[in-house]
């Protein structure tokens, strides 16, 4: 064996999809099956994971065209944890669609479409080059565009035509960022632009690189000024849609920008302090935007948008602890975004509406379900000891370190005006008197549905809270993880040493 | 030509900004789809023009003795131009739906998933 | 469209467009042409077709659904890419038979990648295409 088998979870989300569209309008079949390929993806995944975990960062160059010249896919520590992280929130969205989604809207192919975003988001956790990553945002987006107008209702529409325009400006953006690398240092390996990055003199150009960079990747991760399209279109889709969306898309930007800024453009003070500055105006704009909605699509879309701000803030400051506190971050968001998307599903499922004024007496009626929805809904908070007080707690300690004392107040508002949300929310939705609400005559709820997709529809939330509370209370194995994730960032010699250098194994 | 190339990317990106700051849909969409056109002729610029020298070895050489034609740029723009391909007939598509839906093309009038709370 | 001489013209381009598309297919791998570009002349083939007789008689003379192209060519693609993986060479190295065949001269994997580019394609604009000029 070759260390080519590292590409191997891109290849079978991409066989998988395939093997889909050949059942286009067979929809139970698509369902059977794709819970199938999650479920076997995932182990690869899994299994990727622990031989990077024991070798350390595996290479391959596609096509055999050495290092600088060929696209390289490169498996560090950080790659494989995003690909294993996506994989689980692809298993839950999979089951979790296949319990809930309306069989109108899983007839356009839903489910091909699904996996082939997951193939994209896992190919560009895994290349090692700056123009191939465009592409996989490429693939990702094109599916992504798809998924937000499946169905085509008036809603989905217009919020998928501001996803779509700014999503096309971002790939300009980012295009002609790569063109400026490509004339700075003629090369589009990652690891090769690097070091030749480093030794440039012209150091305004680089800057202003990096700066198209921060703007480009900036309005696929949704932070402070061009955060707009978020809250407008994600609570359009179904809340299966928006699960995966929410779980990982911005989430992807975020993984561009820790990966360029680290390896490509490490350590500029400048942008440094920009998006720490940046960082503060998205948590503040994302909590109190979330405080005002009455819908819980929206108020989500603005915690995300809140919580975007606190991965931008490790990043900002840039230290080790710092960046470890991201990854963490990273890590916990992910499962705990998905999972919070899902709960509002089911929410909608239950009563039929997402309007927090009109839902009520969620504890009385469902009291196991609810004390359930309570995981996400508190490790969200960083509630001690679920998992996002750890982040945080890393987070504040980086910035005591390098004295951004105004930053850490805007980390704690924002872990505030999180928990204002939430107990707003917890108060209206689960404790208050329930109310009658109108139904609807065509809708099918949550009690009328069959077992199995009951079952289908709660078992992912599970899922994804038993990894939370892992996470929380299994935090240790967490902090190692991610501090080796951060280890390798700030010092990215063994990564570049890894893609020119061809170090191989055999497993 | 260098200089030629530079006015026309300066004036693709002019346009599509213009462009994308009017209140119609279908302009923001040629606004979108000139800014593309400008960032492939800025990858083929910044990949340096050379005129009649293909980047082939000749026979009982190693490297290259003479400056070469980059073939690099020429792959980049290709896909970018076959991606935005894709995304930009998409973007028609959705814009055609939206008109048809909403019955508007003003901006303006998109408001409703941002407005009600 | 109406016009006599576009409709007399269409029913000859057709074949010959089809021709032409597949001799830019198969000499795309040194030189100018490709599984893209050949798609794209085969889809203004049945485009020019449909242009002069309708949309009706274009799907007619097509039979199958174009949509059905694209997981057909993506099978292609995805095997020519995982072909090397099994002789234990890195995804996506061409692979070349020996000899030369008559007409169409060197066969490697390369050749299949670009005829699944050259079936998603046709089955990508057509649909699109298609789907575009259904509603007007």
Redesign the interface.
Known sequence: MSNSTIVLPIIFQFVAGTILLFFWRKISVQKVLSILFSTLGLGISVWLFLLVWEHGILVTQSGDWKAPFGISFVADIFGVTMVLLSSIAGLAVSIFSAGSMRRERLEFGFFPILHLLIMGLQGAFLTGDIFNLYVWFEVVIISSFVLLTLGGKKQQLEGALKYVSLNLLASSLFLIGIGFIYGLTGSLNMADVAIKLDSLQNRGLVSVTSGIFLVAFGIKSAIFPMYFWLPASYHTPPPAVSAIFAGLLTKLGIYAMLRTFTLMFGGDEFMGDIMVILAALTILSGGLGALLKQNMGKIFGYLIVCHIGFLIAGLGMYTELAIMGTVFYLIHDIIVKTNLFMVSGLILKINGTQDIRQLGGMYKNYPLLSLLMAIPLFSLVGIPPLSGFWAKIFLIQAGLDTKEYVLIGFIVLGSFLTLWVIARLWGEVFWKNSTDLPKKADGLYFPQMSKIDQWLMVFPIVLLSGISLYIGFGAENIILLSQRISLELMDPSGYIEAVLGLKTINP | MEILLIIIIGLLHAGGLYM?LRRS?FK??IG?IL??N???L??F???RLVKGNPPVIEDGMKVFSDIYA?P??QA?VL??I??GF?????????????Y???NTDDLDE?N???E?? | MKSLIFKTASTYLLPLLLLFSIFILLRGHYLPGGGFVGGLIAAIAFLIHSFAFGLKETQSIIKINPGYLMPIGLVFAIGAAIAPFFIGAPILKGLWFEEPFKFIGMVGSALFFDIGVYLVVIGATLTIMFSITDTV
């Open positions: 994308l849909m923001m969409i979108l800014l593309g400008g960032a492939n800025l990858i610029l910044l990949g980059d690099v740029p980049l896909t970018a076959v991606i894709g995304l930009q007939s998409f973007a028609i598509i959705l814009i055609k739906r939206v048809k839906v909403l998109l409703s998933t941002d009600e709370i």
